[in-house]
Every structure is written in C-alpha cells, then in structure tokens.
C-alpha cells in the first residue's frame, strides 16, 4: 500500500505542509519506478530530489524550532543529521558501483521508516508545541466565527482552526 500524506499529517505551516507534500509526491514517483527497474537513473534523481529536500525542509523547520525555542530541538537535529548521513552512505555505495535496484529498495525502507517514525511523530511533536505556544501567546482560544475568516481568507488551514477552536 502507498505512503500517501493525508490530513493527519497537516501542520498549519503552509510552508512546511507543501514541502512534505512534495516528499510523498516524490516519494510515489520513486516507488513506481523501482518497481519497473528503471535502476540507476531514478536513484539519482531521487537522491538529487533528497538533497534538496535535506537542505530547505531541515533548514527551515530548525530555524523555526530555534527561534521558537522548541525543547527538544537537540534531538530533532540530532535526526535529521542522521537521515543525511544515511544518504550519503547510500549515495556512496551508488558511486562504488553497488547495484542500484539494491540501493533502491534499501532506500525505500528507510524512507518508509523516516515517515513514520519523523514526519509522523517528530515533527508531529513540534507542530503541537507551536500550536500550544501560540494559543497561549494569544491567552485565548478563538472562536467559531473568527475561525471561519481565518479558513476563508486562507491564512491557517481548517485544521489549526479546528484545534484552536473554543470547545
Ligand atoms: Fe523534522
């Protein structure tokens, strides 16, 4: 069964939102491939495509996390380093002529894993500790009516709305 990013997933953080996106977007498309053994080209775009996903998603998400003083942003950096060196073995073997169908498949298992265990739950984490920090910067929760401007005039999504609604 496919990974696919549904509304679970959705931070309210329009940025961060399209970038994950386009990561199982991505992700779908490298998946096809490998199961055509199309090889050693789709690898590389692939790794070409996490590069710059390495650089402008983790940048970006940890900038937040610093400016927001998030506490256990330590460890987040701590994973997302972790998941470039993992690539850069990866892209390594590539280079030393391993099989490429081989790296693709080991490649697919530790995107499913990252998935699961990051998007899912790490950055699951901070998107909580934003919300929570924003609803207490404001020292209220808002209501239905300003919810509905705030959807229709698309500055948050429905579902940041929906959990800073008045209960
Ligand atoms: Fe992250």
């Known amino acids: 069964m496919p990974l696919q990013w549904n509304r679970e997933l959705e931070t309210g953080i329009r940025e961060l939102d399209v970038q994950q996106q386009e990561l199982f977007a991505k992700f779908e498309l490298f998946s096809a491939a490998i199961e055509l053994e199309h090889g050693h080209k789709q690898v590389e775009e692939f790794f070409h495509y996490l590069d710059h996903y390495a650089q402008e998603h983790f940048k970006y998400e940890e900038d937040m996390q610093e400016r927001s003083k998030f506490p256990e942003r330590a460890e987040h950096v701590t994973a997302h380093r972790r998941f470039v060196e993992e ?56 209501s239905k009516k300003l919810g509905e401007i705030l959807v229709n005039s698309q500055i948050v999504s429905a579902v940041t709305v929906e959990r800073a609604l008045v209960k």
């Open 87 to 142: 690539l850069e073995a990866f892209k390594a073997g590539l280079r030393s002529g391993r099989d490429a169908q081989e790296i693709a498949l080991a490649v697919k298992a530790t995107m499913i894993r990252w998935i699961i265990s990051h998007s899912k739950h790490m950055d699951r984490a901070f998107n909580d500790y934003l919300l929570a920090a924003s609803e207490k910067a404001k020292g209220q929760l808002i």
